[in-house]
């Protein structure tokens, strides 16, 4: 008799032994999320998370060993780097520096609020884990500005000799700042005020192409 065919190959299976369900990951980043906004990291549980995700704890550890390591996943999961198309294209720099910024709506805002809370408190209580959301969070910020600020280059609107990787650093490094050494959330009207202030002027964008 000829050989029977090979099985197909399994789904990947976590430690726990069941294969891994993306969309159960998905609600816990979620949750995660949420908690960390609403109630900041030190106050935050793992028995908190599981509730609102609708999951067991024991799930959440078999895939995040502790609390620190599941906010810093999930931190990732908002940081991840747009890709050039994907990149507001509003014919001006300062306009696609704002709508990169500017969440969409009100609540948005609000959310935006609350996670950076959220994140001060998270920096301010395990340092060890700075480097870690700075991979998550602001080096993507980085990367996006920097991909505007080149465009902007490329049509001739900033000029040939800016230093774009310098002032591609200014915003997150400024934000990083607010939120960890003085312990504030970063608003929109705060993300714009820089934009204006600091990192149009650092590109010899001249003040009659800025709105007074």
């Not at 032994?17 to 908690?35: F, H, K, M, S, T």
């Not at 906004?37 to 935050?44: K, V």
Request: hydrophobic share 45%.
């Amino acid at each position: 008799m000829p050989p029977e065919p090979p099985e197909p190959e399994a789904a990947p299976r976590a430690r726990g032994g069941r294969p891994r369900d993306p969309g159960r990951d998905a609600a816990i980043v979620a949750a995660a999320l949420e908690v960390l906004a609403e109630t900041g990291y030190e106050r935050m549980t793992m028995d908190q998370v599981a509730a609102r995700a609708g999951a067991g704890k024991a799930t959440l550890y078999r895939r995040w060993p502790s609390k620190a390591d599941l906010v810093v996943h999930a931190v990732g999961q908002i940081g991840d780097t747009p890709v050039l198309a994907d990149l507001p294209d509003t014919g001006t720099l300062r306009g696609d520096l704002v709508a990169l910024m500017r969440p969409q709506t009100a609540e948005d805002d609000e959310r935006l609020l609350a996670l950076t809370g959220g994140l001060a408190s998270l920096l301010s209580a395990e340092p060890a884990l700075a480097d870690a959301a700075g991979a998550a969070l602001v080096e993507p910020f980085v990367a996006s500005q920097r991909l505007l600020m080149e465009r902007a280059r490329d049509r001739g609107e900033v000029p040939a000799d800016a230093d774009i990787e310098t002032v591609a650093l200014v915003t997150p490094s400024m934000t990083a700042f607010r939120l960890i050494v003085q312990r504030q959330p970063v608003d929109v009207p705060h993300l714009v005020r820089l934009i204006d202030t600091v990192v149009l002027p650092a590109l010899g964008l001249a003040a009659s192409a800025r709105p007074a």
